[in-house]
């Protein structure tokens, strides 16, 4: 293009008043621009006309600040710091428990606001200094560690053990027994407290007190009578967890023992009862192990189906908890003071079944019988696993009777029993096989469950402690060599395995009967006791092997009474097939006592 046309068109341009709006656009663009740089500089830096502690930091990066803060603030004067409680002390200085000033905190709330917030937020934050010079004044602090390590030292000195309330039943069923401890106070410091403390007084002008917690209270007489009270209401009470065929008893005092005084109760200690509970119910599932000659049918092993169990603890808790509060609630001399509740068990079958074993029709069990032998001597329990085990997986053909004394066999120091005490012509004696009755017992009530026809069953002279542990009076059964036997027979189509167990630490054993079920249920209805006659006074009977003069009491004294029951069978369509009544004529029964003698 020609100069002459340049010169042109610039005029023209001129003319039209166009380089104001230009140069407007030009100053916007530099301020924008300006303001987009200060925004970037001030996101990594301090804005200008800023202080800390009187120190200039603006313009400096956070790092640098840190720099010059460290370099640049005066060392702080140390000064005596002791905390105290009831005229127990411990002191340091302000050196030694590392206090410092604590800019590094500014520093970071700095530069949070320098990104944080809306976008006018930051823009405020960054033109303030711009108008104001910005001071900032940084707190003082203690080493955390440091000042924790003071104060447990004066922990240690000034906390004594405290003792919580709590009741005691010393003899069940007896409320004259009940002991209320009424506690007794500790003390420990309350650390995090007294931290706060400490930092809300940098330095300290005078002694400072630490914050005390009691560990544990102590209660009022009031409150003494009113635990005693609220104690009362559990003598003679009692819970039972159930799972299927296992009853778990928590008798009186142990129920008083979970009591928090002056109310509500010990959660840790009901915790404790059911991990203990989870401890004896918790298993794997097991497979059925049947192994016999099919010709001889003598069994080689056998090992019952068994669901694996996993109690629900939690639940279990508060289970408890509320059984606790419904017998709290319940009145003395209630029907209800005795109550039972269903455990949360979660069941896995084993992969297998019993059927699969056997071509005998062992498919599943139709009977159930336990008993408990608490208080048993170290002989009795022998002759209880020894018995049993002779007895247990024994096979009964269809139609066929069994003999328990037979199939037992011969009982005596040759074949294994050891010397315990049997009752014999109506009379306590030395004997081989103390014990025995125990298992021949349990073997009735597993045949009763079953709904079998019992052929022989005779009961003992009189009350045995160990079979009304968890039955009433009358279901047991008593064998001696000769006719006292017990006998059924296998009344149903197929054969029936009798299977036991004895657990010589908990003191509890089972059997059961294993067959085909033909649909059969048996119910123990209309029980009765009558003929009351108070129990005669206690006995002593020497024994050299006790030092003299020790008493070891090996039975229990019973008075004497007269029961019965009746089993009630039912076909599968629930019509009655048999009612079976069993009577027991109990005599009065003193406690007896082995009493040592000089040799």
């Known amino acids: 293009m020609k100069p002459v ?111 944080e917030g809306s976008l006018l937020d930051q823009l405020i934050w960054r033109i303030k200094p711009l108008l104001s010079a910005q001071h900032y004044q940084a707190a003082l602090a203690y080493d955390p560690e440091k000042t924790n390590r003071l104060l447990e030292l004066l922990n240690q000195k000034v906390t004594y053990q405290g003792a919580t309330p709590s009741a005691k039943l010393v003899v069940s069923g007896n409320a004259n027994s009940l002991e209320i401890f009424p506690g007794q106070k500790g003390r420990a410091i309350d650390l995090a407290a007294t931290q706060a403390v400490l930092s809300a007084q940098i330095p300290p002008v005078a002694t400072l007190l630490a914050v005390v917690a009691s560990t544990s209270g102590e209660l009022t007489e009031a409150e003494v009578a009113q635990s005693l009270e609220r104690a009362k209401k559990f003598v003679g009470k009692s819970i039972t967890f159930t799972f299927e065929n296992q009853a778990y008893l928590i008798a009186d005092k142990q129920l008083i023992s979970y009591l928090a005084l002056p109310d509500g109760y010990d959660l840790n200690l009901i915790a404790t009862k059911v991990v203990t509970l989870a401890a004896e119910i918790n298993r794997d599932p097991q497979e059925p192990v049947f192994e016999y000659n099919p010709d001889t049918l003598q069994i080689a092993a056998f090992s019952a189906p068994r669901d694996g169990q996993k109690l629900n603890e939690q639940a279990t808790i508060i289970q408890l908890q509320q059984a606790l509060q419904d017998l709290e609630a319940t009145l003395t001399g209630s029907e209800a003071e005795n109550q039972s509740y269903e455990l949360l068990v979660a069941t896995t079958p084993p992969t297998k079944s019993l059927g699969e074993t056997n071509r005998l029709g062992i498919q599943e069990r139709i009977g159930f019988g336990d008993s408990h032998y608490d208080h048993s001597i170290p002989n009795r329990i022998h002759n209880v696993g020894l018995t049993t085990s002779r007895v247990s997986d024994t096979l009964v053909a269809p139609g066929a009777e069994f003999s328990f004394n037979k199939t037992l066999g011969d009982v005596s120091a040759e074949t294994g029993f050891r010397s315990a005490y049997v009752i014999k012509n109506g009379q306590t004696a030395l004997g081989d096989g103390g014990g025995v009755c125990q298992v021949s017992t349990t073997v009735f009530r597993s045949v009763l469950n079953a709904g079998l026809k019992v052929t022989r069953r005779i009961p003992h002279s009189y009350r045995v402690s160990y079979y009304e542990l968890d039955k009433k009076p009358g279901v047991d059964a008593t064998v001696y060599a000769g006719n006292t036997d017990f006998r059924f027979v296998n009344d149903t189509d197929h054969y029936v395995l009798l299977h036991g167990e004895a657990d010589s630490r908990k003191l509890y054993m089972f059997f059961e009967i294993y067959g085909t079920s033909d649909g059969r249920t048996a119910e123990i209805v209309d029980h009765k006791t009558w003929n009351y006659r108070p129990a005669p006074a206690p006995e002593y009977i020497p024994d050299p092997s006790l030092p003299p003069g020790k008493l070891q009491q090996v039975d229990w004294a019973a008075s004497g009474i007269s029961a019965s029951f009746v089993n009630v069978i039912k076909d599968k369509f629930g019509t009655v097939i048999r009612e079976d009544k069993y009577t027991s004529n109990y005599r009065p029964w003193s406690a007896k006592y082995l009493q040592g003698v000089a040799q």
């Open 5 to 115: 046309m340049w010169r042109v068109t610039l005029q023209h341009f001129l003319s039209t008043k166009r380089l104001p709006l230009v140069l407007n656009s030009l100053v916007v663009f530099l301020v924008v621009g300006a303001l987009f740089g200060y925004y970037q500089f001030t996101s990594s830096h301090l804005p200008p006309n800023t202080y800390i502690d009187s120190i200039p930091v603006g313009g400096l990066s956070f790092e640098e600040a840190a720099e010059k803060l460290t370099t640049s603030l005066p060392i702080l004067p140390s000064s005596n710091v002791s905390v105290e409680v009831e005229g127990i002390s411990v002191a340091s200085s302000t050196a030694e428990l590392g206090m410092t000033y604590q800019f590094q905190a500014i520093l970071t709330q700095l530069q949070q606001q320098s990104v």
